[in-house]
């Protein structure tokens, strides 16, 4: 009997599996991926090499890339983009940390109160998500971004935009600055030569501006693992649940089982109410079927396999919210076409960006050409300059909203990819119990019956319609004020990668799955912790900062409740994922 | 009422079988004579699918990022340089689409046989349809056992299908000509039309698919082939602009520049760059608040 069983090791599980670790618990984490020990030795830099979303070591499948992989429907012109193992998807993420804004938690009194999701607000104040807040930034830790050129170019921009800069954390109305990242800033010769000779630990710290953020983070090279600058939870939270007994006085190190897909999570019926008693996985090797029993199974498999795994376990859904109210932050793509240098290939994912409440964000994106050219290419507006598929706009960028296809796409990518800058549009989109996660009725596979992820863009609520369109708007403004010769807007189709509130959190029992405490409504003694258990989208800033920081209180919150704990935050010493301690142990342990 | 025999060979016709039964690929394996001609192996008919499957994204290919390839010539729209066809696209979305969507053997099985029924009744009219070889035949005949085998159908052959019969939807006279793909013959505006016709919303032609399934799977095939049809062309340009072509899986090694990053001027770095430009107004820390 373990006391809790955390299922996934995404963004949200390593983080509840530290802070437990860190106050003795007996944790078990189950991954259905693999956990890369040795990045250097089985990944490359390359675009298809790591992302392809059915080939790469970046994609949704089993530790063992020669499997097919794993099948979800999506029933829609749309991508879902998953990623399996330790450090889901952070591995492919950018680091950007903005906080959610003020206004989709309870207690807000600003002038625009108003005009965010009101009725799926978080189900307490800001002023309470503070501290966690604090600690997820301190934890990680969380800076302010240098600027390459691509940076440069899109704040100048934003100069033009006549909003002000915004110099502190929280965000009080439209402005724009530097990311605050998840990456460790450049140091010594990183960021200031080519020359890999020199990019080496310790010689070159933190990020060396390769451009690969979308590719893993494994650099500066020969630095430990949790120095290096991204700071994905394989990076991260996972070298330190995995050391804890080294840096937390009392501390116990997790253990970490990968290629373990859960496919149950059992249930029995105690003193009149459902209570969670353990889970079962299946071994991706060998096929072996193995059962644990904890005091506490915490959920933490993302927006899409919650869902999944809750049905396949044949839980209670007695207001048919489970899956439900899935957003994605409705993303649209805004690309300039430039004369000067644009620096798109070169330097983080993303280091600037223009927060734009209540309507959501824009932020340049700097990425290699395959992810460049699948860009341009999807769109519900059909193909440019040969049809709409109902849609394909007009506005102030150029020509239609739509496709790149043949001699335009070679035309475009032809300008050369350091030419081109991206801007991604957020859109703060409503909670809507149309856009769920539920089960396909194709035939399962392996672990049981798949998810089936629907979204009905096209019917979305009015105000997510018309926050997207404020938001391209501002994206087109910025992108002439930083020079662009010519600007155009994809109107992409549902990109399912900002994933959030599919199994929320929420003060009404009748639209949520959890209670204000992380709590499932109807099964005791478990706990979702990870994007899905967000109770909107945050309101259109990245999710990983906030979904890390609700980790961290949902991790106090069954502490207190179920292990006759104190709470911690703000009364423990705070260690840095950084910390030589960490680096020390993980190498004795050879991880 | 149509008859059925001529709707069946029209169909035939359609999915590109034509073009595979008039192809000097075929001539020397299969029987011109009727249909009661001795029976087609079934490993020859994969490998012939194989090459119907090909063609056809070979014309996808062009279309996406067109280059000095036939392909590019016959849709109207080659240039001097290389395209997707030189960046190996083709082959990397078949290797793609059979071996790594991780979709259940009876789903595809279900959308091939969906295909292979219930849109033969669609009324196209084909010209040249009397003159349809025998060979067309012995092919149904094996393409019909192949489905009512357990075999693995791949992925590849109902979405090439798929395009191949709105090709022919687009432009009845593709199911004659250059190529073994009706599809790869269209030009550009109707393979552009094409994709127009799988892709609009009130299009019932990928709806028809699913008349002859059983509920649930009903709407499930035709989505899937739907997304499927619709990502092929994300799949493409991203094929073409990464390192596919020029990449080494064994020893994880380029043997060359990539076509694509040609075409994009991308300068590879894997360790990193002098890109760094200091801090926006020299901010190294904002507030905590």
């Known amino acids: 009997m373990r006391d809790v069983i955390v299922i996934g090791a995404g963004a949200g599980g390593p983080v509840v599996a530290k802070e437990l670790a860190a106050k003795g618990l007996d944790v078990l984490v189950l991954e ?16 298809n090499d790591a992302n392809n979303p059915l ?232 096929g072996d079927i193995h059962r644990e029993d904890a005091k506490v199974v915490v959920m933490s498999a993302g927006c899409t396999e919650n869902p999944r795994l809750w049905f396949n376990s044949g839980l209670p859904n007695p207001n048919d919210w489970v899956g439900r109210g899935y957003t994605d932050h409705y993303f649209d793509w805004v690309v300039g076409v430039f004369d000067e240098d644009t620096g798109a290939s070169r330097g ?8 734009f409440p209540p309507h959501g964000a824009i932020m340049q994106v700097g990425i290699p050409p395959a992810i ?34 043949g001699p335009e796409l070679k035309e475009l990518m032809g300008n050369g990819i350091d030419r081109l800058m991206f801007i991604l549009v957020m859109t703060d989109d409503d909670v809507e119990a149309q856009n769920r996660a539920t089960l396909s009725a194709l035939p399962g596979d392996e672990h049981g019956a798949v998810s089936k992820v629907e979204f009905h863009h096209r019917n979305r609520s009015g105000r997510t319609r018309n926050n997207r369109e404020a938001l391209v708007r501002k994206a087109v403004e910025v992108q002439r004020g930083a020079g662009a010769r010519k600007v155009f807007r994809l109107d992409w189709p549902p990109l399912i990668l900002h994933v959030q509130s599919s199994m929320r959190m929420g003060r009404s029992a009748e639209n949520s799955v959890l209670d204000p405490t992380g709590e499932a409504r109807w099964v005791k003694r478990l706990f979702i912790a990870d994007n899905s258990a967000m109770s909107n989208c945050a309101g259109g800033p990245n999710p990983t900062l906030t979904s890390q920081a609700l980790s961290t209180r949902t991790a106090e919150k069954l502490y207190t ?26 190498q004795e342990l050879d991880l | 009422m149509e008859d059925p025999m001529i709707a069946r060979r029209s169909f035939l016709a359609r999915i590109g079988l034509l073009g595979l039964a008039s192809s000097g690929l075929a001539s020397g394996i299969l029987s011109a004579g009727p249909a009661t001609a001795a029976p087609l192996d079934l490993g020859v008919l994969r490998q012939l699918l194989q090459t119907l499957s090909l063609d056809t994204y070979k014309g996808l290919a062009a279309f996406v990022v067109p280059g000095d390839d036939a392909y590019s010539h016959a849709q109207g729209t080659a240039d001097g340089t290389p395209g997707a066809i030189a960046a190996k696209a083709p082959q990397f979305l078949m290797d ?29 009219d084909v010209p040249g349809l009397s003159l349809l070889p025998g060979q067309v035949l012995a092919l149904d005949n094996a393409l019909t056992k192949l489905l009512a085998t357990d075999e693995t159908i791949p992925l590849s052959l109902p979405v090439a299908g798929l395009l191949n019969l709105v090709a022919t939807q687009v432009n009845p006279a593709s199911v004659n000509g250059l190529f073994v793909s009706p599809f790869a013959r269209l030009s550009f505006a109707d393979k552009a039309k094409a994709f127009e016709m799988i892709e609009t919303t009130e299009s019932g032609l990928v709806a028809k698919l699913d008349v002859n399934l059983p509920e649930p799977l009903a709407e499930t095939v035709s989505g899937v082939l739907k997304f499927v049809a619709g990502a092929v062309i994300e799949f493409t340009a991203w094929g073409t602009y990464s390192e596919y072509a020029a990449f080494d899986p064994k020893s994880k090694t380029l043997d060359g520049r990539p076509v694509g990053w040609k075409l994009a001027h991308y300068d590879h770095r894997a360790e990193g760059y002098d890109s760094f430009r200091g801090y926006y107004q020299g901010r190294k820390k904002v507030s905590h608040a």
């Open chain 1, 55 to 286: 080939t790469g070591f970046l994609r949704f499948g089993p530790a063992d890339r020669s499997k097919p992989a794993w099948f979800r429907e999506t029933p829609q012109n749309s991508f879902l983009w998953q990623v399996s193992g330790v450090g889901g998807t952070t591995q492919h993420y950018f680091g950007n940390s903005p906080r959610a804004y003020p206004g989709v938690f309870e207690g807000y009194e600003g002038r625009d109160k108003s005009r965010y999701d009101v009725d799926h607000l978080f189900p307490f104040s800001y002023e309470e998500m503070l501290p966690y807040f604090q600690r997820v930034e301190d934890t990680t830790p969380i800076s302010t971004a240098a600027m390459g050129p691509n940076e440069a170019l899109f704040l100048k921009g934003c100069e033009t935009t006549g909003l002000p800069v915004q110099t502190q954390r929280t965000t009080t109305g439209p402005a724009y600055r530097p990311q605050e990242n998840a990456i460790l800033q450049p140091g010594g010769h990183a960021g200031r030569t080519r020359d890999e000779n020199l990019l080496v630990y310790p010689e070159a710290t933190g990020c060396t501006m390769c451009g690969h953020c979308f590719q893993g983070c494994m650099r500066p090279a020969r630095a430990p693992r949790n120095k290096f600058a991204k700071r994905s939870t394989d990076n991260s939270y996972m070298p330190m649940a995995l050391t804890a007994d080294v840096w937390a006085e009392g501390g116990k190190p997790v253990d970490l089982i990968t290629d373990a897909f859960v496919m149950q999570i059992h249930t029995e019926e105690v003193g009149g109410e459902t209570t969670a008693t353990g889970v079962t996985w299946r071994d991706g090797a060998s």
């Open chain 2, 96 to 124: 793609s689409l059979d071996d790594f969507v991780g979709l259940p053997d009876t789903t595809v099985r279900y959308a091939t046989q969906a295909l292979a029924t219930g849109l033969a009744g669609s009324n196209v």
């Open chain 1, 372 to 405: 460049a050219s699948f860009a341009a290419t999807f769109s519900d507006s059909g193909i440019r300059g040969h049809y709409g598929n109902g849609r394909g706009g007009t506005g102030p960028w150029d020509g239609d909203a739509g496709r790149f296809v």
């Open chain 1, 32 to 47: 259905a991926g693999p956990r890369r020990a040795d990045p250097r030795s089985e990944w490359t830099s390359y675009e």
């Open chain 1, 348 to 355: 983080v994912g993303s280091g600037a960006r223009l927060d």
């Open chain 1, 561 to 586: 409740k179920y292990f006759d704990g104190d709470p911690f935050v703000g009364h423990d010493d705070l260690v840095v994922s950084t910390d030589d301690r960490i680096s020390k142990r993980l």
